[in-house]
Nanobody, 122 residues
Framework: QAELEESGGGSVQPGGSLRLSCALPRYIYRMAWFRQTPGQEREGVASIDHNRATTYADSVKGRFTISQDNTKAFYLQMNNLKPEDTGMYYC????????????????????WGQGTQVTVSS
């Protein structure tokens, strides 16, 4: 059973926007979004911690924004979406501090959501 719960996925045309949300069951120090397409490994998209330090994958810099509101939820605003952004998006969280350069590795997260589908197509 997934500990976290995502919402906000859907279908959009290239250039469109979507906002994903993830509800947390309690305070957790750092959070992240990952995505996965069939046959591919799950890749880190963006991370944020309680102090709002962020990291982004190069492929989404300038288009995606991760945020958190200190009320047990965090978000991924996705703008200028491209077909290659299509995939299942997962939120993840963990309480242990790690350096920023490790925060897009899926092995560094112990709590996960069930995933929400994002499809970008004309």
């Amino acid at each position: 059973q997934a500990e976290l719960e995502e919402s906000g996925g859907g279908s959009v045309q290239p250039g469109g926007s979507l906002r994903l949300s993830c509800a947390l069951p309690r305070y957790i120090y750092r959070m992240a979004w990952f995505r996965q397409t069939p046959g591919q490994e799950r890749e880190g998209v963006a991370s944020i911690d309680h102090n709002r330090a962020t990291t982004y994958a190069d492929s989404v810099k300038g288009r995606f924004t991760i945020s958190q509101d200190n009320t047990k939820a965090f978000y991924l605003q996705m703008n200028n979406l491209k077909p290659e952004d299509t995939g299942m998006y997962y939120c993840a969280a963990d309480s242990q501090w790690i350096p920023l350069d490790r925060r897009l590795a899926q092995s560094e997260y112990r709590s996960w959501g069930q995933g929400t589908q994002v499809t970008v197509s004309s």
